[in-house]
């Protein structure tokens, strides 16, 4: 069955190769000097420009390098947004990352108007694995007397299996519809409300803008050899085996993730702290984030904060 994606498929193709027209025209470049400078045939070129070629990424960036020409000025908004929107884009590549958050919460007041956001007490983890979001959450929860929901946990329950099986059997994109969808469930079925989610929401755009738009978001960071060496000690040995270089990874990760976990809406960072003091760091943090309402109840410690 065709989906709607694969329908659109044609009509964005024709607007493409239009683009690459456009463009080849706007630098005064014939066809063939194209092809020589690119390193595209030209006999594939006007196939593209016809509408009828369905180009790599790789292959657009060529051409785009060839014509001194933004490469999201081709890709993006092609048929929908065009010019102006690739204009927004460019804009944003060249602000500074420290930046980004302001700007975001400007773009949300000015397309959903003030109040749009609707966290209510809903609160949710981000980071690594191995930071401490579950044992954090759980514990936070039950001092304010919410529900605790751990994403990944639902995930397996709506699939039936466990996320090495979704991944396995089903691949990354299944496991990413049901992580969304049970993100919505969770957010539909409680207005107050822990969430520890996994690593990799962040990586997913669309799910991540939904867990910032209704929830407050808190990173739990930790160094990269805290991370690795609680998952260990959780018994994992997985980032070990077969991978002398598991460090380097781990970092590779953090470093292309910091970004959107600076997007949240506060940070507790838990290296060198027991899990009494890093719970006492974020209760702080979430009862600003609520509001004085919410530090209503006791802050006895129980036994198991200890």
Not at 83 to 101: C, K, N
Not at 150 to 166: A, D, F, K, M
Not at 271 to 287: D, F
């Amino acid at each position: 069955m065709r989906t709607d994606q694969n329908r659109d498929m044609p009509a964005y193709l024709a607007a493409l190769g239009q683009r690459v027209r456009e463009a080849r025209a706007k630098r005064g470049m014939a066809r063939r000097i194209l092809a020589r400078d690119s390193g595209v045939s030209e006999r594939y070129l006007a196939q593209l420009e016809s509408g009828a070629g369905n180009p790599s990424i790789a292959v657009l960036r060529q051409i785009a390098m060839a014509v001194d020409y933004p490469l999201a000025d081709l890709v993006v908004g092609v048929g929908d947004g065009g010019p102006d929107f690739a204009r927004i884009l460019r804009l944003l590549e060249t602000a500074p990352r420290s930046e980004l958050p302001k700007i975001r919460a400007q773009v949300e007041l000015l397309l959903t108007g003030k109040g749009g956001r609707d966290k209510r007490q809903r609160v949710s983890l981000i980071g690594l694995r191995g930071g401490g979001k579950s044992t954090l959450g759980r514990l936070l929860a039950e001092r304010f007397d919410f529900p605790f929901i751990e994403l990944n946990r639902l995930v397996e329950q709506e699939y039936g299996g466990s996320i090495g099986e979704i991944l396995a059997l089903s691949g990354q994109p299944a496991f990413r519809r049901y992580e969304r969808r049970c993100l919505e469930a969770a957010i539909r079925d409680h207005d107050s409300v822990i969430i520890a989610t996994g690593g990799g929401i962040v990586s997913e755009a669309a799910t991540f803008s939904l867990l910032l738009e209704k929830t407050h978001t808190v990173w739990v960071e930790a160094s990269p050899e805290e991370h690795l060496g609680r998952v260990i000690a959780q018994g994992d040995l997985r980032p070990m085996a077969k991978n002398d270089e598991a460090m380097e990874d781990l970092k590779a990760i953090l470093k292309a993730r910091e970004p959107y976990h600076r997007m949240a809406d506060a940070t507790v960072r838990t290296s060198g702290e027991t899990i009494a003091e890093s719970l006492e760091q974020l209760h702080g943090v979430v009862v600003r984030l609520l509001g004085p309402d919410s530090a209503h109840r006791p802050l006895a410690m129980s036994s198991s904060e200890g």
